[in-house]
């Protein structure tokens, strides 16, 4: 079984009928797949990292600063050193979105629509799947339980189950978050700080490209840009 926890940053982008600047243009919706028997492994090294700098609290992106800038580069490190673990995030222009055309003027539903992109390219048939996303109050109750059973509809891999989880009770959902802060930073030129300029500058070196779109066939670190016409 794979666990993928989700997160997202300026979803207020496709919510917001006002107009935008450059810098909250795009939103981002991303997730974190890891097998379930890497679980622990994996969450005890972010625990480890956490008390080793001494961070009690979630970390995010938002959170990212000098003081804290050498944790946060080791939480990068360990990311990209460990293949098990996975990143997928998809990248909205907000002003090429019709909600009254494709979505019944509806943005929430947009939003969900968005996150069943996200999720139903990597998810393989022969394969169970339990899906976290942060959890966030949404005005139909039933938007979780439409989105498995449109992922199970659409797929061949078996959707256990699709749950709200609080980001501060997973370091799943706070790496995702970490990591779509630093695409959205990018795409949104908002790079504000000099440590989140560092991070993003470490992402870059990694993956020895600047943060974009990458191909389809890119399976640790996946920036899908949707097309909206």
Not at 123 to 148: E, P, V, W
């Amino acid at each position: 079984m794979f666990e993928i926890y989700c997160d997202e940053s300026r979803p207020e982008a496709i919510y917001s009928r006002k107009v935008k600047s450059n810098h909250e243009r795009y939103m981002v919706i991303g997730g974190i797949w890891i097998d379930k028997e890497e679980r622990k492994k994996v969450k005890n090294k972010l625990e480890f990292l956490k008390k080793k700098n001494k961070i009690s609290a979630e970390f995010k992106w938002t959170k990212v600063s000098p003081s804290k800038i050498d944790f946060y580069k080791e939480v990068v490190e360990y990311f990209f050193s460990n293949p098990k673990i996975r990143f997928r995030c998809i990248v909205v222009d907000s002003e090429k979105i019709d909600m009254e055309l494709f979505h019944e003027s509806d943005s929430e539903l947009g939003f969900y629509k968005f996150y069943y992109q996200l999720l139903i390219k990597w998810i393989d048939g022969n394969t169970s799947y339990r899906i976290y996303l942060d959890d966030k109050a949404n005005k139909q109750n039933s938007r979780l339980s439409d989105l498995q059973y449109f992922l199970s509809k659409s797929s061949f891999g078996d959707i256990d189950s699709v749950l709200a989880l609080p980001s501060s009770d997973s370091v799943f959902i706070q790496l995702a978050d970490l990591l779509i802060g630093a695409v959205s930073s990018v795409f949104n030129q908002s790079i504000t700080s000099p440590a989140k300029k560092e991070i993003v500058g470490l992402i870059e070196n990694i993956i020895d490209n600047k943060i974009e779109p990458t191909t389809s066939s890119e399976k640790k670190f996946n920036i899908f840009k949707i097309i909206l016409r």
